[in-house]
């Protein structure tokens, strides 16, 4: 089984308060955040290529990072649609055509703006999806959750021992995230929250798969300054051995 990256780079980060420049290409130590995402993939033994799915005015600029850092593994750029979901079937189908059997393949679909992974959760990915076809990356919940309803009022209050947070990267085997793509544009659904809500609603099984709890995504002020605090606490380590 081959294993391709599928990196969704199409937000136009309107929560960063930041109208000149999309998220995923703001910097931190001279590089933007999807060269930090994408570097993790570029340096794993198993990921034979990548797919980056891009705001299409942002292409040029991103081709241009990609050269400048050396991300040799990214075979194909393509233009973001109307929604992630969109997005990603974008993507897919990019690799669907330039593969010579996709059946053969797996994939890692994971956010261009959550670069705080490492090489144990993108393994721990890739054999999940050889022993049961699907890989759902999970964070513990830490704190109480509850529903409501309109009013405000609080329905349900759940035992988090028993509740996760969902992540990525999210893994499938390809045959199976291109057919609950396939299907849901024949029944026209288009705005799915993420591809394991997608393969849940057509029957797929998904099995979950521990990530390390910094594994935030960056769409606020606040994340990136998270991201900044974590990264240099990582390379301190790093540094001085802590």
């Known amino acids: 089984m081959k294993n391709v990256a599928l990196i969704f780079a199409g937000g136009t980060g309107t929560r960063m308060n930041n109208s000149a420049r999309p998220k995923q290409f703001l910097e931190l130590d001279g590089r933007a955040i999807i060269i930090h995402t994408l570097n993790h993939f570029q340096n794993h033994p198993?990921?034979?290529?990548?797919?980056?799915?891009?705001?299409?005015?942002?292409?040029?600029?991103?081709?241009?990072?990609?050269?400048?850092?050396?991300?040799?593994?990214?075979k194909w750029v393509v233009p973001g649609g109307s929604?992630?979901?969109?997005?990603?079937?974008?993507g897919l189908k990019a690799i669907h055509d330039g593969v010579e059997n996709p059946d053969d393949y797996s994939v890692l679909i994971h956010d261009g703006?959550?670069?705080?992974?490492?090489?144990?959760?993108?393994?721990?990915?890739?054999?999940?999806?050889?022993?049961?076809?699907?890989?759902?990356?999970?964070?513990?919940?830490?704190?109480?959750?509850?529903?409501?309803?309109?009013?405000q009022e609080v329905q349900n209050i759940y035992n988090r021992d028993c509740c996760h947070l969902a992540?990525?990267?999210?893994?499938?085997?390809?045959?199976?995230?291109?057919?609950?793509?396939?299907?849901?544009?024949?029944?026209?659904?288009?705005?799915?929250?993420?591809?394991?809500?997608?393969?849940?609603?057509?029957?797929?099984?998904?099995?979950?798969?521990?990530?390390?709890?910094?594994?935030?995504?960056?769409?606020?002020?606040?994340?990136?300054?998270?991201f900044k605090a974590i990264y240099e606490t990582q390379q301190s380590s790093m540094v001085f051995g802590i």
């Open 46 to 74: 198993k990921i034979e290529s990548i797919c980056v799915v891009c705001l299409e005015s942002w292409i040029p600029y991103l081709k241009d990072l990609l050269t400048k850092f050396a991300v040799t593994k990214v």
């Open 83 to 90: 929604t992630g979901q969109e997005s990603i079937y974008n």
């Open 113 to 151: 703006v959550r670069p705080l992974i490492n090489e144990k959760v993108i393994t721990g990915n890739i054999e999940c999806i050889q022993k049961y076809g699907a890989a759902i990356t999970v964070a513990p919940a830490v704190e109480t959750i509850i529903t409501s309803n309109e009013k």
């Open 167 to 226: 992540r990525a990267p999210q893994g499938f085997l390809f045959k199976n995230i291109w057919d609950a793509h396939v299907r849901a544009r024949a029944d026209g659904v288009n705005n799915m929250i993420d591809s394991a809500c997608l393969m849940k609603q057509y029957g797929y099984t998904l099995h979950m798969v521990d990530g390390p709890v910094e594994n935030i995504k960056i769409t606020t002020p606040m994340d990136f300054f998270l």
